[in-house]
């Protein structure tokens, strides 16, 4: 256990019983106990295998690369259409953990295999995303524009794609594309400051 994570167990009241059942299970699967992003992070050999995290509605153990896992009793759950590798379990109770604790157990040992394999998910190219027609438009009317949007990173323009398609409303979408266009031209993502 790591004392530099500690506080994230004392912290949370609702759901204090099933993390810390959960913690117990994934250290007894020999992974490090680390914090990254504000919440418990478990490794092996520095790569990232499982988090712990909370929730209104739930506790949930998040594999990384729960995507490449075989999920034999088909308990992952993808928390959105957008989550390219990660998968969750997820829990309302300790019984429920308790229940599930050889399986969870199992899954964790699994997803250490792939780590040792070396495996990667095969994310999907910004190209295979939609793009909202808002903002085809602004690309094909501005080469400045597409010339700058294609120089950023893979993961930023996977950003703003998602961002720009998000909304139903045409208005709502050709709002957000005149919003970031300066910070396209900039080279900036979307969170970049």
């Known amino acids: 256990m790591n004392p530099d994570v500690e506080f994230y167990f004392t912290k949370a009241k609702k759901w204090q019983q099933e993390l810390e059942k959960l913690r117990i299970i994934v250290l007894g699967c020999g992974l490090t106990e680390e914090l990254k992003w504000g919440v418990p992070?478990?490794?092996f050999q520095k790569s990232n295998v499982v988090l712990l995290h909370v929730f209104n509605e739930y506790c949930a153990?998040?594999?990384?690369?729960?995507?490449?896992l075989s999920d034999t009793e088909g308990i992952l759950i993808r928390q959105t259409e957008n989550v390219q590798a990660a998968r969750q379990l997820r829990f309302t109770s300790v019984r429920e953990i308790e229940e599930q604790e050889v399986v969870i157990h199992n899954y964790i040992l699994e997803a250490v295999e792939v780590e040792?394999?070396?495996?990667?998910?095969?994310?999907?190219t910004p190209?295979?995303?939609s793009v909202a027609v808002e903002f085809q438009v602004q690309l094909e009317e501005n080469p400045e524009l597409k010339t700058a949007f294609?120089?950023?990173t893979p993961g930023r323009q996977r950003a703003y794609l998602l961002h720009f398609s998000?909304?139903?409303?045409?208005?709502?979408r050709a709002a957000r594309v005149e919003k970031?266009?300066?910070?396209?031209?900039?080279?900036?993502?979307?969170?970049?400051?």
């Open 41 to 43: 992070c478990y490794t």
């Open 61 to 68: 153990i998040l594999f990384v690369k729960g995507a490449l």
């Open 116 to 124: 040792k394999a070396g495996l990667k998910v095969a994310l999907k």
């Open 127 to 129: 190209a295979e995303f």
């Open 150 to 152: 294609e120089a950023l």
């Open 166 to 172: 998000g909304p139903k409303q045409s208005k709502t």
């Open 180 to 193: 970031y266009i300066p910070q396209i031209l900039a080279g900036k993502g979307l969170t970049d400051e």
